[in-house]
């Protein structure tokens, strides 16, 4: 990726102080391709996550390169999450299909958005995915992804040498978001929802808190929770940590049997963890996030 110029030049927003390689994440797409093509049967699984995360991916790598407008990575974004709609893949929500697939689809461009958004800091989005794909099973399907991240890692933390990408942080999210709505007919339906929560939690918190401050929600930003607590002196391996365990968590609470009081269990410790933030943030004054 040096050779090649795929470098993250530090920015406002930027967490590290020098040029980083990124890219890192096409080693985890090919390790999670490998995996799916010696993966015997299922193969409307494999086309789903392999079909529509080339295509995210793809997009991410040359966004990597060249920054392409936010309306045109969507636009690829939303032609991989049609791709499990069309072949089955949605959830039993409702006995209307066009919604089950209209929910399908909003799910996947949400997470994959989610886990892009929430790359900002060494390990925290590639150990989330690979801690709800491990939650969801270790079996053909994930194998190739959480060898692939596991792999990655300790070039990325706690001391980055490469950053994953858009092209890993798209993956990861669009693959993590197809095993959710594979899971939705097993027997924990809602573990890979709840080991992303952390990250799909602040991604809301920080969405509802610049609306209400009329900021425009399309501007980049470095007011993302994760952030604020890194920017108020939280070592980055620290608030990575974290979040981490909050997936954790989240798996635990999803091999479960539901009942309501386990959304009361899943939201508290986030909430707790956001108050801390933000009175952290007060004290700090940093002013303005």
Not at 75 to 97: K, N
Not at 171 to 200: K, N, R, T
Not at 272 to 285: D, K, L, N, T
Request: aromatic letters at 10%; charged letters at 10%; hydrophobic letters at 55%.
């Amino acid at each position: 990726m040096t050779r090649v110029g795929v470098l993250d030049h530090p920015g406002p927003r930027s967490s590290h102080f020098r040029p980083v390689p990124k890219g890192g994440g096409v080693g985890i797409v090919a390790a999670s391709l490998l995996g799916l093509a010696m993966l015997p049967g299922a193969a409307t699984p494999r086309i789903a996550i392999a079909g529509g995360g080339i295509l995210v991916a793809a997009i991410g790598y040359w966004d990597d390169r060249h920054d392409f407008r936010p309306s045109v990575k969507f636009s690829v974004q939303l032609l991989a999450a049609l791709l499990p709609a069309l072949l089955g893949l949605t959830p039993g929500i409702t006995s209307w299909p066009a919604i089950n697939a209209a929910i399908s689809v909003c799910w996947l461009l949400l997470v994959t958005n989610a886990v892009n958004f929430m790359d900002g800091l060494n390990g925290l989005s590639a150990g989330t995915a690979a801690i709800a794909a491990a939650g969801f099973g270790l079996s053909g399907l994930t194998q190739g992804l959480i060898a692939g991240i596991l792999g990655f890692l300790p070039w990325n933390y706690p001391r980055a040498r490469i950053f994953m990408g858009d092209v890993g942080s798209q993956f990861c999210g669009y693959a993590v978001g197809v095993l959710a709505l594979i899971g939705w007919g097993g027997p924990h339906p809602l573990l890979v929802p709840f080991a992303l929560a952390a990250q799909l939690l602040d991604v809301c918190f920080t969405l509802v808190r610049r609306l209400r401050a009329r900021d425009r929600i399309t501007q980049a930003h470095r007011g993302h929770l994760y952030q604020i607590a890194n920017r108020c002196g939280m070592t980055d391996w620290l608030v990575t940590l974290v979040y981490w365990a909050l997936a954790a968590w989240g798996v635990v609470l999803g091999l479960l049997p539901f009942r309501p009081l386990l959304v009361i269990a899943l939201v508290l410790p986030f909430g707790m963890w956001a108050g801390y933030v933000v009175a952290r943030a007060r004290g700090a004054g940093i002013g303005r996030w």
